[in-house]
């Protein structure tokens, strides 16, 4: 059975490179672009892996990653947040992410990341 991955981003083309990447890596994907979303597409989806933006529409992706990391049925979940407004990954640590990927990001680097958590 694939492993599933859900991604967050409101940038289209940032969902669309990074799905057909994981696609192509026999995953797979689900991606949303309203933050909302998640917790519901969690709950039907039920990812193997979550990947967040930090900035969405406004919201921060960071507190959508602590909604999950507490919720008892999907806390155990790894998560990963990119971003390009991060200066200290430590500060988004502090949500309960899994790992950190700077934007822009090389697909290897994201590819790797998931790779890790996920197996």
Do not use: W
């Not at 490179?17 to 890596?25: H, N, P």
């Not at 919201?59 to 919720?71: A, D, V």
């Not at 790992?99 to 197996?119: H, Q, R, S, T």
């Amino acid at each position: 059975m694939l492993k599933r991955i859900l991604v967050l981003d409101d940038n289209k083309d940032i969902l669309d490179i990074v799905t057909e990447a994981l696609s192509y890596e026999q995953f797979e994907v689900k991606s949303v672009n309203e933050s909302k979303k998640v917790m519901p597409l969690i709950e039907e989806f039920n990812p193997d892996l979550v990947i967040l933006d930090y900035r969405v529409a406004g919201e921060n992706g960071g507190e959508i990653c602590r909604q999950i990391k507490s919720h008892p049925k999907f806390y155990d979940i790894p998560v990963i947040i990119f971003s390009a407004y991060i200066n200290h990954n430590d500060d988004v640590m502090a949500y309960g992410c899994d790992a950190v990927i700077n934007k822009p990001f090389d697909l290897v680097e994201l590819i790797e990341k998931v790779n890790n958590l996920i197996y």
